[in-house]
């Protein structure tokens, strides 16, 4: 059982994170279920995380489940199932399907600027061990990407981070949402040293309202067809 965050002592307490807000995703299709990370969101039903994460071939994988963590006491799963999908920015919006959900306080946007009084906090699914690691980045770089719209993005090195962490939340003073990790990478100069790519809150909030919109758009227009 999952009971504990690992990382450093100062970014656990920085962040304030409660039991039921961070989250390991899984398919129990799989032989080694574990895919990426999400966190509870806005919603007390919604889990965001990184849409390669629950996508499998073009299309959203089937039997998804989220583990929460750290639990105290108790193993906290809940049946998920993909709500939409922005696969250019890489954001999935999950929506727990138990009737009895046990998660009861989302994480919220921090509505700020991406970084916070000591740096940013970054969260995400540590393989090798089978835990959630928190950590602490004070050396970060920001810069702005226009495809179809324009993208804010977080760049920042990292020692721990491994493709468990994608759809990790990166957070901000008292546990705000800041953005959401989408890969790593490292540069040809340097393969040794490795990076972590996000994008920001605004970029996140941005593509949940697109991707609602044309979830919507696409109900209506199969019960028009109906």
């Known amino acids: ?3 504990n965050f690992l990382g450093s002592k100062d970014s656990r307490i920085f962040t304030k994170l409660n039991k039921n807000q961070i989250c390991i995703i899984n398919d129990a299709d799989e032989r080694i279920p574990e895919l990426g990370t999400g966190f509870l ?3 007390k039903d919604w889990i965001v995380t990184a849409a390669h994460v629950v996508m499998e ?3 959203p994988r089937k039997n998804l489940y ?3 963590v750290p639990n105290i006491n108790e193993k906290v799963i ?3 199932k993909v709500l939409a999908i922005h696969s250019e920015s890489d954001i999935a919006i999950l929506q727990i399907t138990n009737s009895d959900n046990p998660c009861t306080k989302p994480l919220y946007p921090g509505y700020e600027d991406l970084s916070s009084s000591k740096g940013v906090i970054y969260c995400g699914f540590e393989s090798i061990d089978g835990n959630l690691r928190v950590e602490l ?3 970060f770089s920001k810069y702005s990407r226009f495809r179809n719209h324009e993208e804010i993005i977080l760049e920042f090195p990292s ?3 491994t493709g468990g962490y994608s759809g990790g939340p990166i957070l901000g003073n008292g546990g705000v949402v800041l953005g959401l990790m989408i890969n790593q990478f490292s540069e040809e100069t340097q393969p040794e040293k490795k990076f972590v790519r996000a994008i920001s809150i605004s970029t996140v909030i941005d593509s949940i309202e697109v991707q609602l919109n044309t ?3 696409n109900i209506q227009e199969h019960d028009d067809y109906n």
Do not use: C, D, P, S
């Open 1 to 3: 059982m999952r009971q």
């Open 41 to 43: 969101f806005m919603k």
């Open 57 to 59: 071939h073009g299309l």
């Open 66 to 68: 989220a583990e929460f």
């Open 78 to 80: 809940v049946k998920i």
């Open 137 to 139: 980045t004070e050396n």
């Open 159 to 161: 020692k721990y981070v």
């Open 215 to 217: 979830a919507n758009m």
